[in-house]
């Protein structure tokens, strides 16, 4: 070798360096941006996916105000562990229903936000409304979905491309200073498989091997970087094929339409639900709106041409027609997407079956109905016989008696559909639950809890009838030594809490026992449920003195009320709390104070929000013995 030679050898080392490295940046780069890419659509695609089927199944639970129902179904998220936070909204925008369960409320937006899903920081957030066809919106879900997967992706396919450069450039710039001739076409031949596999995106494609030398070294970090990516791609498929279990199991299909092409595509989850195999749906819009009930045909078209015009989410139910004439009813949802660029509209959405629950409500609706005309009917009857009464004072006597048989048969006829009703859903969920959905046998133990409680209701108001119809047996009551018993009964039924309850001693009244036990049960039990959220919960049933009359109090630190609805305390089925924080039926306070005023008394209350409530009430004739109140 001359002096000659040395720049031609030296341009030439620095031209295949140049060259590997603008060739290697280039696929990595690419590799990195489209692994990236499409990873951030996938993860969109099926948080998006997984939204829309929990915001689906959450309509129920959100209608009737069922908790418990939505906290399992958040519960589900489980089988997501990028799942990081998610949250039911109500109508109102407050928090209904978190996972997991532990969530501080810190954790949450006060508000869910703009409907849609998006990256932020460090973060996917997806924002779904729970509709239901005929109501306003009930709800929004809320979902976070942590970017480890995405960060993991980003710096693994980033560390493999720097280290495939490094090597590469390495080996080349060794093996160009002695081997030129020998690595030209073995570089080509890398960039080559490189080329095809980015245009391609066939990650099973490797670099034949090149012996054991620093391009051999390269070769094999390259096909490395190759079968890495091959294997993220699996595990991208096998999330899909997840994604696909859960909505066979789900009975969800999926299905998209494109307003340009007027062409629609179901997925095989979407044929059964149309009485069809998979295979006999042509992509024909037309085909499809062949399927619809004619009843209800124009409806969809004008509905799902809507979506499309105003790009609000689409929510809707209609029945369709299978070929052997089976009438089912399908209810659907989805939403518009437009791809960048492009005037193309697609509304892409799912949508299962709901024929069941169509038909409880249309059945449960008629017996509601026939409730209705039955209680209005002795409604009727009851105001009249009061009117007629009232006109008739000799005879009241007789019409007391006349009253309690009246409501043993209200009683008795207001049960007997109530048990048709809690009897015949019975035998659905026993011999027929298993044909039933998750939803369907759901609701049908709704209709069974609503009859029992229905029951209940009953039972108070022949209860409150009596109670304050019968001979008053006045004599000295010692109601300290009644609401120790009293207290200590409700301590047995919930021994775990530890309630702090202060009796004043040598509390007396003259009134009748049976009544002021049944006026303390109440007001002592109202205070031991509305503490049951406190940590420290306390109780006080004491007296004082006011205008030279004794005044008792029952007080407490539990959840209060609002003063402005005050005036609603004492009525029948006037409850300021819902079901789901507390039970009840809304007709023991109506009774405390009719007990009260049979004693010739009154009974006033006060109190604030989480601030805890006091209840005061008098009773003519009080025993004043006992300490004096301070």
Not at 9 to 21: D, F, P, Q
Not at 27 to 39: D, H, K
Request: some cysteine; hydrophobic content about 45%; proline content about 3%.
């Amino acid at each position: 070798m001359t002096l000659r030679d040395w720049p031609i050898r030296r341009k030439l080392t620095a031209i295949l360096l140049l060259v590997s490295a603008l060739v290697l940046l280039l696929t990595s780069a690419a590799f990195v941006t489209y692994e990236v890419v499409t990873f951030r659509q996938a993860t969109l695609k099926n948080l998006a996916t997984l939204g829309r089927l929990i915001a689906a199944n959450s309509t129920a639970s959100l209608a009737f105000a069922n908790q418990a129902d939505a906290q399992e179904i958040l519960g589900a998220l489980k089988a997501e562990p990028h799942i990081i936070a998610a949250a039911l909204y109500d109508q109102k925008g407050h928090v209904f229903a978190r996972y997991p369960t532990n969530l501080p409320e810190s954790d949450l937006p006060l508000e869910p936000g703009a409907v849609g899903y998006r990256f932020e920081q460090t973060a996917v957030i997806g924002v779904e409304p729970v509709l239901e066809l005929g109501s306003p919106r009930l709800g929004t879900l809320y979902v976070k979905s942590d970017l480890t997967e995405v960060s993991r992706t980003l710096r693994l396919s980033a560390a493999i491309a720097a280290g495939v450069m490094a090597i590469s450039l390495l080996a080349a710039y060794f093996l160009s200073r002695a081997l030129q001739g020998q690595i030209s076409e073995p570089v080509l031949t890398l960039a080559n498989v490189a080329k095809a596999v980015s245009a391609h995106q066939d990650y099973a494609v490797r670099a034949p091997a090149l012996g054991s030398d620093e391009l051999g070294t390269l070769t094999d970090a390259f096909n490395h970087m190759l079968s890495r990516i091959q294997e993220q791609a699996g595990a991208l498929r096998e999330s899909k094929e997840r994604m696909d279990l859960a909505l066979r199991a789900s009975g969800v299909g999926t299905w998209s339409w494109n307003a340009g092409t007027n062409a629609i595509i179901w997925d095989d989850f979407v044929h059964p639900l149309f009485g069809l195999a998979p295979g006999m749906f042509s992509e024909r819009y037309d085909d499809f709106l062949v399927l619809v009930h004619p009843g209800d045909r124009e409806r969809v078209r004008k509905e799902m041409g809507e979506a499309v015009v105003s790009g609000a989410p689409y929510r809707t139910e209609y029945r369709v027609v299978w070929r052997d004439g089976t009438e089912r009813v399908l209810a659907a949802g989805g939403r518009l997407h437009r791809d960048a660029g492009t005037p193309t509209a697609q509304l892409t959405g799912v949508c299962w079956d709901v024929t069941e629950r169509y038909r409880l409500r249309e059945e449960l609706q008629r017996y509601a109905t026939e409730l209705e005309q039955r209680v209005a009917e002795r409604t009727r009857e009851l105001e009249a016989r009061a009117e007629e009464l009232r006109r008739n004072s000799t005879a009241l006597v007789a019409a007391n008696e006349e009253l309690d048989a009246f409501a043993y048969s209200v009683s008795h006829d207001l049960r007997a559909p109530l048990r048709s009703i809690d009897g015949f859903s019975q035998v659905l969920l026993e011999d027929y639950g298993t044909q039933l959905d998750e939803p369907g046998r759901d609701a049908l133990r709704r209709v069974r809890a609503a009859t029992q409680r229905m029951g209940m209701l009953i039972d108070d108001l022949l209860k409150l009838s009596r109670l304050t119809r019968g001979e008053l047996r006045a004599e000295v009551v010692d109601l300290s030594a009644m609401a120790q018993s009293i207290t200590a009964e409700l301590q047995k039924t919930a021994a775990e809490r530890r309630v702090e309850v202060t009796i004043r001693p040598g509390l007396e009244a003259h009134g009748d026992p049976r009544l002021l036990q049944v006026a303390l049960e109440n007001l002592l039990g109202n205070s031991w449920k509305y503490t049951a959220k406190q940590p420290r919960a306390r109780i006080e049933f004491t007296a004082t003195e006011e205008n030279g009359s004794r005044v008792f109090l029952v007080r407490d630190n539990g959840a209060g009320f609002d003063m402005k609805y005050v005036n609603k305390l004492f009525g029948v089925f006037q409850r300021l709390h819902s079901g789901a924080e507390f039970d009840g039926t809304g007709v023991g306070l109506a009774t405390v104070q009719r007990i009260i005023t049979r004693h010739g008394g009154r009974i006033w209350a006060e109190g604030a929000v989480n601030k805890g409530a006091t209840f005061y009430f008098t009773l003519a004739g009080h025993a004043a013995a006992g300490p004096e109140a301070s």
